[in-house]
């Protein structure tokens, strides 16, 4: 159970640092001139997908599965950055709807996560409580076969 809450917590940590980047871009967007914004918001992309390379590559190393699935996130985050001003003007709608559906994107995919990983956690917990599996073998019985007289 330790171990869950370790999840949780780092999971937890992962979503509120998203939600604060959205924050932060929102915040940026609206008091910085355009100009200074677009070159900063260059910046941030590309240290975004840099970002997800050295997490790839650490997950690589330790041949992880949770840090690649750590990794993809950040991947997504990186490119729903980099292709946001295409698809803002592709879909004439303002930065800041973009950012909060974006956002709310984020929020919903965690909540499926929390939801899952709870899921999965309980079953473990009550498959660890049970004994069956200790009186009933896994082995199924073999039968010999017999001849019938008839």
């Known amino acids: 159970m330790n171990n869950y809450k370790k999840k949780v917590f780092l999971n ?3 979503l509120v640092v998203f939600v604060l980047y959205f924050y932060l871009l929102n915040h940026m967007f609206f008091n910085l001139g355009r100009e200074k914004f677009t070159e900063i918001y260059k ?3 590309m240290s975004i997908v840099f970002v997800t390379i050295i997490i790839f590559e650490i997950a690589y190393k330790k ?3 949770i ?3 750590y990794g993809l996130e950040v991947f997504l985050l990186s490119v729903n950055t980099i292709i946001s001003i295409t698809m803002i003007s592709k879909l004439n709608i303002s930065f800041e ?3 909060n559906i974006s956002c709310l994107c984020y929020l919903i995919y965690y909540i499926f996560k ?3 990983n709870y899921t ?3 079953r473990e917990y009550v498959n660890s409580l049970s ?3 200790e009186i009933v073998h896994s082995d199924p019985l073999k039968k010999e076969a017999y001849k019938r007289n008839n």
């Open 97 to 99: 709807k973009y950012i």
């Open 120 to 122: 999965i956690n309980k």
């Open 67 to 69: 840090i690649t699935i």
């Open 12 to 14: 937890f940590a992962i």
């Open 131 to 133: 004994d069956i599996k």
């Open 114 to 116: 929390f939801i899952i």
């Open 63 to 65: 041949e992880s599965g």
């Open 43 to 45: 910046y941030i992309s």
